[in-house]
């Protein structure tokens, strides 16, 4: 084998038989997240078994990149997990993230449109589009007031540092989100037309540089925090944490079920549902049902009531 040169750029040729192999070592960390190297059986906790992994779907690639350390054990429902980027569904899951960030993700996609359309100068238009960003900003920190308080003290139980890490990024949104809002209002008091227009437009840039931040950090939670606790938790203990979804004052519920029903399918609908069945009073599952029935269509309303109906 011909010795690899020190340079950056490190290239050595390997021959074994007629097949000749580049290997170009990087730092592990430098992967990019998509770029994953395998993970042989043999670096896995003798715990798990080739048919445990097979019987679970596992899948055994990973990149090191994670700010979550990789596991490889048994978890305490007694199944075999490796950590890896997607969503690696083990058999029983429960939609801890996804439902409120599509959500999210919508509300935050309309007011990207209207501040794309709106006339800056109209001062009308301007003040109500500052109130409904402002509902916006509120609702994204409840949201995260939630996460820190149901969700990261699990994670944080078992997954050393995965929760101060999203927790710092709450942080930076909330900081970056404010400036957005101290931008609207002086352009609201500006008193001419064109210097509105010129910062309204500043304003739009702006905001859709914090959508793109705040979607990585979205896809962070449902890649890599969402599985984490889904192999390392039981049903039990995901259960009680999204119970505490629940425990919030009538109007930030409303807020967030308006917002979800608006923004999900009816197959996840249906779960949610079927899950606020079990576990809210009669009278909170109804008014929760006459939302989603001034909300969805006709189709998948009467597709929701019959499926929760059958259950």
């Known amino acids: 084998m011909i010795p690899c040169p020190v340079p950056i750029a490190r290239r050595c040729w390997a021959t074994w038989g007629r097949a000749v192999l580049l290997v170009v070592p990087v730092k592990p960390w430098a992967f990019p997240k998509r770029v994953i190297s395998p993970v042989t059986l043999s670096s896995v906790s003798t715990r798990c078994s080739p ?41 029983i899951h429960l939609a801890l993230y996804t439902p409120i960030h599509k959500g999210l993700r919508a509300r935050l996609f309309r007011v990207s449109t209207k501040a794309g359309t709106l006339d800056y100068a109209d001062q009308a238009a301007l003040d ?47 900081n970056r989100f404010d400036h957005l809002i101290t931008h609207l209002d002086v352009t609201r008091k500006q008193s ?66 308006v917002m979800v029903i608006a923004a999900t399918n009816v197959e996840e609908l249906v779960s949610l549902f079927a899950h606020m069945k079990e576990s809210v009073p009669t009278a909170a599952l109804q008014n929760a049902l006459n939302l989603a029935e001034r909300i969805l269509n006709a189709r998948d309303w009467e597709t929701l009531k019959s499926r929760l109906e059958s259950r």
């Not at 979550?68 to 997990?81: D, M, Q, R, S």
């Not at 509120?138 to 308080?149: F, G, I, K, N, S």
């Not at 959508?211 to 599985?227: C, G, S, T, V």
């Open 51 to 91: 048919t445990d992994f097979m019987a679970n779907h596992i899948d055994l690639n990973f990149s090191s990149n994670s700010f979550c350390p990789i596991a490889k054990t048994v978890n305490k429902a007694g199944k075999c997990y490796h950590i890896s980027y997607g969503l690696r569904r083990m058999a």
């Open 128 to 174: 109500a589009f500052y109130y409904e960003f402002e509902a916006v900003g509120a609702q994204m920190r409840l949201h995260h007031q939630w996460e820190e308080r149901g969700l990261h003290p699990l994670l944080a139980s078992e997954v050393p540092g995965c929760a101060e890490h999203l927790e710092e990024e709450h942080r930076k949104a909330h």
């Open 192 to 257: 001419e037309p064109e210097n509105q227009r010129a910062l309204g437009f500043e304003f739009y840039l702006a905001l859709n540089r914090f959508i793109a931040f705040f979607l990585h950090h979205l896809d962070k939670e449902e890649e890599r925090a969402q599985p984490a606790l889904w192999n390392l938790s039981t049903t039990e203990e995901l259960t009680g944490a999204v119970q505490t979804s629940f425990d919030v004052p009538p109007e930030q519920a409303k807020a967030n079920l």
